[in-house]
Structures are given as structure tokens and as C-alpha cells.
């Protein structure tokens, strides 16, 4: 008996004992005259038991059945349903096995098998969060996670690029096996595709979207403001399509993409793990058609603005142009274009007056496709076949026949030089004067 039982019993007797008349004693307890008459009946059949509801103590006509129960803990203790928690396993059992229960029956049931165990809520100090945008389209922050999305099942590392509408917690997302410049301009073109071009993106300071200038702290003049960087592909791109880029200074701040990679990789990885997905082609496809209407349809809240603030994609925004590797090169004398180690060539028919030595645009699509643009038209070109190289043959070394020469003689006309006498001197000058 509770202490309400005992007050309530207290009152009655009073009633009983006519110290109080039966219309103050139902005001006291909250109940009509005709309760208390029925209450003051029954206390003299069953005496102080009569506070007590007939029903305390005994199983419930509706509680549900003890094989219903075994059966649902015998599922969710299968290793398919490990980490389960009690919403999440809730809807499989109703969706997967035909057995509809409430969310806290289900996390009775777990609780008592051991499954699962509650986590005690932190206490601190209260955080303020930002109020959210009030149009759906003014701000999409936009992130990757890398996480073992398939938990070994595949050979394939993938990441997940997210793009999560701040004023409705709307979310697009897709696969990747890189997270690299052309699969998040791919991200870009699906996204804009399917709802439009929103006014501005919020990242982090990643290289794919700022160029920084690197310094040495030892550096002389570090203190000063960094020189500004030429865009990156995508900053290029973003400007372009008339998107607002700004920079997060810290995780905290994009903080809606943030902790929806805490629900991704808690509740994603399960249901992929159900699904039996082994592959990137599986993980979009169940991405696409399973994780993001459940998304959309359940976390999405209303913004404080029924207007839409995307902006539709006219004739002016060429995606494929857009979204793609551009460079800047010069036309040579001959009217070829170097790029990537390749050389393009003009077609007669777009080569135009200014042509040779100015500048055009190169365009690497996302498909691979290469298209090069002169001021506003695009030219039609050919790529150059190289003509092969001649191999470099080194000489060959000739076999040279060694040639014997005969044994020199040494000249004698020296010998017994000394020994012959010569002519007086008079006559030697007589000769010289003769010969002269």
C-alpha cells in the first residue's frame, strides 16, 4: 500500500465515523458522491483493501505473449541485429519478422536479455546552438566522412559525401570509392540536378576547396595577411555557377553534417549489414532508395519560410562545362594546343582571326572527354598522332684489321761521320761564297 492508499483510507474512515460528511470527504479525494458511497460499501466487505485496485498484482489481459517475446529476443540476439538499438531494432521487427510492439516494450525486452544498455545522460553546461536558415536553400553544409561503411564485407574503401539543407535537415548523399575533385563535383552536379542551385555551400578549409599559401613559421613577414590563392577546381567552379562558398573555422561549426555521420554510421552501417550490401553499386543503390526517403520523410522539420531558395538551371550554366578540369593554354604557330602531354589540333574550319598565339580554355570533362573553347564558341580539334620516334641505334663498332708494319731501319748516314776528314777551312769558305 502506498502512502496516496493510505491517505485516501484515512479519509474513508472519517467518512465512516461521520466526522466528516461523505460530500467533503469527495471533494478531498477528487470523486464524486455516489464513488464514495460505493468505496464506504465495499469497506465494510473487504476492509482496507479497499484503496487497492482489484487488478494490482495480477498479469494484464493485454500483456503480450511470453512466445512472442522469446521469439523477438531470439532475433535481435542474431549477430545481423549486434549493436541494435531499441527504435532501430523496433521498426525491423516490424518491417522483417511481423512483429509489431512499441518502442519501450522493445526496450524492456532488451534490457532484460542484456542487449542493450541505456547510456546516462551528460550533464554540462547548456550549449546555443545557431538558429537555423528560414529558407530551404540559403545554406548547405557539405562534408565527407571515411568510415568502414561495410565492416570488411567488401574490398572496396568507401566514403560518404553529404550534403544536409541547414534550414530542414533535408539530405543528399552518395558513395565514393576517393574523395577527390571529380567524384565531389559529380556530388555538385546530382545535387543541383535534383533541387537546384542553393544560394551558398559551408565546408571545411580542405585543399579541394581553398588553395593555402604555405609559409615557414621561422618566416620573415608570417605575421602579415596571406596573399590570395588562385581557386581551386571547385571554388572555380562554385563561382561559376553564382554559389556562395564560406569557409568553417572549426568542425563545431558545420555541426548539422557533423552529427548526422553520427547517425549514417550508427544506423546506415546496421541497415547495410541486414541488406547484405557488399559493394558501392549495393551501398547507392540501398542509399537511394531505403536510407534517404526514411531520412527525408522522418528527420526532415519545416523551415520558418515556405519559400524555396534554389534557384533553377537555365541555358546560361553548362554543368559539363562547369564541372570540369579547366586550364588556360596558348595556341602555338601551327595551330595545336599542348595538354596533359597531347597535342590537339585546330580544324581549319574554327581557326579565326586571333587565334594563333592567344589564349583558349581546356576543358577535361567529367566523362574524360577534352573540349577546348575560344572566347565564347567552342573549336573543333583532333588529337595529334605522334609519329614514332626513330630508335637511337648506337654505332657499331667495326671490326678494324690491325695492319703489321715492317720492321723500321735505322738510318746510317751518320756513321763514321766524325771519321772523315773535312775540307780546310779556305775551301769551305770558297764553297759558300761560290754557292751564294
Excluded at 39 to 45: D, F, M, Q, R, S
Excluded at 249 to 265: L, M, W, Y
Excluded at 337 to 342: A, C, L, N, Y
Excluded at 364 to 383: P, T
Aim: include cysteine; proline fraction near 5%.
Amino acid at each position: 500500500m502506498t502512502q496516496a492508499d493510505r491517505d485516501r483510507l484515512v479519509v474513508l474512515k472519517k467518512a465512516k465515523k461521520r466526522l466528516i460528511t461523505q460530500r467533503e470527504a469527495a471533494e478531498e479525494l477528487g470523486l464524486s458522491i455516489r464513488q464514495v458511497k460505493r468505496l464506504l460499501k465495499e469497506l465494510k466487505k473487504r476492509g482496507d483493501r479497499v484503496v487497492i485496485h482489484g487488478l494490482r498484482g495480477r498479469p494484464s489481459n493485454r500483456q503480450i505473449e511470453e512466445k512472442k517475446r522469446t521469439k523477438a529476443v531470439a532475433i535481435l540476439s542474431m549477430e545481423v541485429y549486434r549493436g541494435f538499438g531499441p527504435t532501430l531494432a523496433c521498426e525491423h521487427l516490424e518491417k522483417k519478422h511481423g512483429i509489431p510492439v512499441s518502442r519501450e516494450t522493445v526496450r524492456a525486452w532488451m534490457k532484460g536479455a542484456g542487449l542493450w544498455k541505456g547510456k546516462r545522460r551528460r550533464e554540462g553546461d547548456p550549449h546555443t546552438w545557431r538558429p537555423r536558415r528560414s529558407r530551404c536553400g540559403e545554406l548547405v553544409q557539405w562534408d565527407t566522412s571515411e568510415h568502414d561503411w561495410l565492416e570488411g564485407r567488401g574490398k572496396e574503401q568507401l566514403y560518404l559525401i553529404s550534403m544536409i539543407d541547414d534550414a530542414t535537415s533535408r539530405l543528399y548523399a552518395r558513395f565514393v570509392l576517393s574523395d577527390s575533385t571529380e567524384e565531389n563535383m559529380r556530388t555538385v552536379w546530382n545535387y543541383i540536378e535534383r533541387y537546384g542551385r542553393p544560394l551558398a555551400f559551408y565546408t571545411d578549409k580542405a585543399s579541394l576547396f581553398r588553395n593555402n599559401e604555405k609559409r615557414r613559421r621561422d618566416e620573415p613577414g608570417v605575421d602579415q595577411d596571406p596573399v590570395e590563392m588562385p581557386p581551386t577546381q571547385i571554388g572555380r567552379a562554385l563561382g561559376e555557377l553564382d554559389i556562395t562558398w564560406i569557409a568553417a573555422h572549426s568542425p563545431q561549426a558545420k555541426g548539422r553534417v557533423e552529427r548526422s555521420f553520427d547517425t549514417t554510421q550508427d544506423r546506415l552501417v546496421k541497415e547495410m549489414r541486414v541488406a547484405e550490401v557488399k559493394s558501392l553499386e549495393q551501398a547507392n543503390d540501398f542509399l537511394e532508395k531505403e536510407f534517404l526517403p526514411w531520412w527525408n520523410r522522418t528527420l526532415v522539420v519545416k523551415p520558418a519560410s515556405d519559400d524555396d531558395a534554389h534557384r533553377r538551371l537555365d541555358q546560361r550554366y553548362d554543368l559539363a562545362a562547369i564541372l570540369s578540369h579547366v586550364e588556360t593554354r596558348q595556341v602555338k604557330n601551327d595551330y595545336t594546343v599542348q595538354f596533359e602531354g597531347r597535342r590537339y589540333g585546330i580544324r581549319p574550319e574554327s581557326i579565326s582571326t586571333g587565334l594563333r598565339r592567344g589564349e583558349v580554355r581546356v576543358e577535361k570533362r567529367l566523362d574524360g572527354a577534352v573540349a577546348i573553347r575560344f572566347q565564347d564558341r567552342y573549336l573543333q580539334a583532333d588529337l595529334c598522332v605522334e609519329a614514332p620516334k626513330a630508335a637511337v641505334q648506337s654505332p657499331s663498332k667495326k671490326a678494324t684489321r690491325k695492319s703489321v708494319s715492317a720492321p723500321r731501319r735505322k738510318s746510317n748516314w751518320m756513321d763514321d761521320f766524325m771519321k772523315k776528314p773535312g775540307p780546310p777551312i779556305s775551301r769551305a769558305i770558297a764553297i759558300a761564297n761560290a754557292t751564294s
